[in-house]
């Protein structure tokens, strides 16, 4: 058996010891004689491993206790919807910040249920950089504020924490960069993302809202959707997606051994610097045109300056073992996502290649 080196945005690369250990738990879950997939998800075998999973996530993260964790399905995009649904509160208007491709489509399902400002946009940038709180157009009766902290396929992440003046509450699409590097939770109203980047399996949702948020979900929210109703259930309203719940428990056990969250960002940051270093000391041979500070730590988009070059770069990088590195579609080029799961390793190869590819084409 050989596994590559994967670098896809999402679903993603999985820690090799998380999918070895479910490998091996997989017949025979804890001595039951079944697959933890095959158990009610309300028997005491799956109510331990959903605590477990719940606590560690909490530890993880440093969540504050009047913040309530939910483990749900619908996606990264079912959760657009939910947001609005959930903390428009009676409210008729939510503001929104524009930096990429997630954030438009938070926008875009969010005017479905309110008036929605966009209070600053880097899209007249063809978002290269994430717009400086001093350039928001913030309003004061807005029901929250939303933001995407890290764009997927733009490249564009949030290395700083908005400040909120006023007690509207800050929302936050998380899903590309969550337990990449600590986060201040106590400073949102809440935060969500899908679960198939740094936390395992797609399917699988995650939110962390503040108790004083809930109990407003507009009255035609399906109950499974219902923050409220997902906490006073403690997310058993109906049955999770226990597989994926299982593994992202594994994942965050791994975790806990790379040092936690302050542990993974080192390897990150090293990860991110030797990446865009390689890139930008190419001559131009590659190139990716994101503001430094706005620079991805997670996701890095770059394209070669003679695009006829693309299919041998996938061909002769895929024969090096350095998989999914094609670029989105909106964007062309070259994608390289290099989650947690990503070692270090991982991207001395591509780095390497790239080296070798652009001393021999260039
Ligand atoms: N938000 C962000 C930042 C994403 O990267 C994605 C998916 N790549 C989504 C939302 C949508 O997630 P899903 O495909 O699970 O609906």
Redesign the pocket.
């Known amino acids: 058996m050989s596994r590559v080196f994967n670098f896809s ?2 679903p993603a690369a999985i820690p090799e010891p998380v999918l070895q250990q479910a490998k091996e738990e997989l017949l025979d879950f804890r001595g039951t004689g079944m697959s933890v997939m095959e158990m009610s998800h309300r028997g005491k075998v799956f109510m331990e491993v959903a605590a477990e999973v719940e606590r560690d996530f909490v530890a993880l993260l440093g969540i504050p206790a009047n913040y309530k964790v939910l483990f749900l399905q619908g ?4 959760e657009f919807s939910l947001v609005p649904m959930n903390l428009l509160r009676g409210g008729k208007r939510a503001d929104y910040v524009d930096t990429g491709h ?1 954030s438009a489509m938070a926008i875009k399902e969010a005017k479905k249920y309110c008036e929605v400002s966009v209070i600053a946009s880097s899209e007249s940038q063809k978002y290269t950089c994430v717009p400086p709180q001093s350039a928001w157009k913030p309003n004061p009766d807005a029901a929250y504020r939303h933001i ?1 902290t ?1 764009e ?1 396929i733009h490249g564009v992440e949030y290395h700083w924490t908005p400040v909120v003046a006023d007690d509207v509450p800050l929302v936050a ?1 998380t ?2 960069h969550i337990l990449s590097k600590p986060l201040d939770v106590s400073k949102f109203g809440c935060i969500y993302g ?1 679960a ?1 980047k740094n936390i395992g399996p ?1 399917g699988l949702t995650f939110v962390v809202v503040r108790d004083d948020l809930l109990g407003h979900a507009h009255p035609l929210t399906p109950s499974v959707f219902d923050y409220t109703q997902q906490a006073a259930s403690e997310w058993m309203l109906n049955t999770p997606p226990t597989f994926a719940v299982y593994l992202a428990g594994l994942t965050f056990k791994w975790l806990q051994q790379q040092g936690g969250l302050a542990g993974i960002e080192k390897v990150n940051i090293a990860k991110a610097e030797l990446l865009y270093r390689t890139i930008d000391d190419s001559g131009g041979f590659y190139r990716n045109d994101i503001a430094r500070a706005d620079r991805s730590r997670m996701n890095v988009p770059f394209v070669l300056q003679d695009e006829t070059l693309n299919a041998a770069f996938l061909e002769e990088s895929a024969a090096a073992g350095l998989a999914g590195l094609k670029g989105h579609k909106a964007m062309g080029g070259m994608r390289a996502s290099i989650y947690n799961a990503m070692p270090l390793a991982g991207v001395e190869a591509l780095t390497a290649f790239m080296r070798d590819f652009a001393a021999r084409k260039g």
Not at 75 to 78: I, P, R
């Open positions: 945005a999402g996606g990264g995009k079912g997630w995407c890290n997927t699409d899903s590309s899908g198939q797609s």
